[in-house]
């Protein structure tokens, strides 16, 4: 069965960096859009940052230009780099499948998340 | 404050049907781009209910259903059983913030 597993969350002072990684199985990477998306304590789902199988990257306006979405196509496994941080920045961080369609994209398959705390 | 808007909770007995809504405006729903929906059990990954308006992925149960009508949509469930108890949300494209965008989620309580 198709998985994503995210690693690389933790506990990070404000201003720092963290590397979030995503691995997957059974589907190629770099074959597919992948996206990011985070949940806030408390909050609704939030969409962070896309890839697409050509290699453009898209970044909603909270991130854009502190965070990176890449991958690294001999692993099979995609990337968050995020630095910068901020107090705002605390959430449960999902990979995601993106299926893409002529009328919008959306999310097939979600890992189980990585938790980011800033804080100091 | 969420680009698309939903009802904060809704509740239900076992058996019955709830609707959850969506309202979004001209730069998404009203652009043409088709709502999604998720359901999301707390510590677990979110799975996908409905996409394309009112399609159902292998595996989801046909008490699930979708429609979109204009800048609104709704996720229809019936038969509503315990296991039904999850948060909800719905998604999109917005051309404003050039993304996607989700609601601020439906907590379904079964009562």
Known sequence: ELQLVESGGGLVQPGGS????????????????????????GKGLEWVSLIYSGGSTYYADSVKGRFSISRDDSKNTLYLQMNSLRAEDTAVYYCARVL?????????????????TVSS | ?????????????????????CTGSSSNFGAGHDVNWYQHLPG??????????????????DRFSGSKSGTSASLAITGLQAEDEADYYCQSYDNSLSGSVFGGGTKLTVL
């Open chain 1, 18 to 41: 963290l590397r979030l990684s995503c691995a997957a199985s059974v589907f190629t990477v770099a074959n597919n859009y992948m996206s990011w998306v985070r949940q806030a304590p």
């Open chain 1, 100 to 116: 893409p369609t002529l009328r919008g994209d959306y999310f097939d398959y979600w890992g189980q998340g990585t938790l980011v």
């Open chain 2, 44 to 61: 677990t990954a979110p799975k996908l209910l409905i996409y394309g308006n009112n399609n159902r992925p292998s595996g989801v149960p």
């Open chain 2, 1 to 21: 404050q969420s680009v698309l808007t939903q009802p904060p909770s809704v509740s239900g007995a076992p058996g019955q049907r709830v609707t959850i809504s």
